[in-house]
């Protein structure tokens, strides 16, 4: 079963704005992942925050983790064509050995219009 | 190229075909992890080994699946007698701890 939700499930912007995803999930976690996937292709790994973080950057991401509310999102700067794709927020759940399984949200569709 | 290959990357069987599909993960990495994603999904999980054991499956997995890592190198996933409720994409990733590197994906359709 997903363990949380991903909002908006699409989204649609023009080159050069800025794309806010969130994601909620349910039980306690070790981490939160989020990845990229390109249509009908494998994902791709974009950054790991752990449970005691609460704000990472990578280039022109930024994740953010609320523990207290669950949720975390993800910025997207600067949007580029190429950004256009599915992303996905992943859990690693509390109380299993840390790097077992992870638990997928259902997805964001991001589309960027040049 | 994320460095974990998957064999094939297109799969047509008809009903009751087995299949076998097969993951090389990156070479220094001891875990390797099966997922399972139909489309308009997220992954979920069936399967993952840490070494050559199978420490965890899921509910998912039904009798009907199996998966191997008999060196602690690459895997197999094998589907036996198939159903048009297993099309989906088979995904493999691999992990030395926290980040999982995931393969392109074996795309199965049962006809």
């Known amino acids: 079963s997903q363990q949380g939700e991903e909002d908006p499930q699409a989204l649609s912007i023009q080159e050069g704005e800025n794309a806010t995803m969130n994601c909620s999930y349910k039980t306690s976690i070790n981490n939160l992942q989020w990845y990229r996937q390109n249509s009908g292709r494998g994902l791709v790994h974009l950054i790991l925050?752990?449970?005691?973080?609460r704000e990472k950057h990578s280039g022109r991401l930024r994740v953010t983790l609320d523990t207290s509310k669950k949720s975390s999102s993800l910025l997207i700067t600067a949007s580029r064509a190429a950004d256009t794709a599915s992303y996905f927020c992943a859990t690693d759940a509390e109380g299993e050995t840390s790097g077992s399984r992870l638990t997928f949200g259902e997805g964001t569709q991001l589309t960027v219009n040049p | 190229d994320t460095g974990v290959s998957q064999d094939p990357r297109h799969k047509i069987t008809k009903r009751g075909q087995n299949v076998t599909f097969r993951c090389d993960p990156i070479?220094?990495?001891?875990?390797l992890y099966w997922y399972r994603q139909t489309l308009g999904q997220g992954p979920e999980f069936l399967t993952y080994?840490?070494?050559?054991?199978?420490?965890?499956k899921s509910r998912l997995l039904s009798d009907r699946f199996s998966a191997e890592r008999p060196k602690g190198s690459f895997s197999t996933l094998e589907i036996q007698r198939t159903e048009q409720g297993d099309s989906a994409m088979y995904l493999c990733a691999s992990s030395s701890y926290g980040e999982q590197y995931f393969g392109p994906g074996t795309r199965l359709t049962v006809t």
């Open positions: 080994f840490q070494n050559e054991a199978q420490l965890e």
């Open positions: 070479s220094e990495h001891n875990r």
């Open positions: 925050i752990r449970s005691n973080e």
